[in-house]
């Protein structure tokens, strides 16, 4: 699951919702875009993937108020391949 869910780290809607069952990519600011201070966005994964990388787009910051996300995760049998990978 993933999107712009404007949620404060700890104590936003979608983390009292979603964790558990589903794990938290790590926080990264995102908001606002042109200064990312606050890391409001998440991608949410369940087992079991595993994330192998997670960054922001720091070029896409014209384009919204947030930075996107992109993220990388894998199947732990083909951990040396990357299986997809994710915008938020």
Same mark, same amino acid.
């Given at each position: 699951?993933?999107?712009? $869910?404007?949620? $404060?780290?700890?104590?936003?809607?979608? @983390?009292? &919702?979603?964790?558990?069952?589903? &794990?938290?990519?790590? @926080?990264?600011?995102?908001?606002?875009?042109?200064?990312?201070?606050?890391?409001?966005?998440?991608?949410? $994964?369940?087992?079991?993937? @595993?994330? &192998?990388?997670? %960054?922001?787009?720091?070029? #896409?910051?014209?384009?919204?108020?947030?930075?996107?996300?992109? #993220?990388?995760?894998?199947?732990? %049998? #083909? %951990?040396?391949?990357?299986?997809? &990978?994710? $915008? %938020?």
């Amino acid at each position: 699951m993933l999107g712009d $869910f404007n949620d $404060f780290p700890g104590r936003g809607l979608a @983390e009292r &919702t979603l964790s558990p069952p589903l &794990t938290s990519t790590p @926080e990264l600011p995102t908001y606002p875009s042109r200064l990312p201070l606050l890391p409001l966005d998440r991608i949410w $994964f369940s087992s079991p993937l @595993e994330l &192998t990388t997670i %960054a922001t787009l720091r070029d #896409a910051g014209r384009a919204s108020d947030h930075l996107p996300l992109l #993220a990388s995760l894998c199947w732990p %049998a #083909a %951990a040396d391949a990357r299986v997809g &990978t994710v $915008f %938020a």
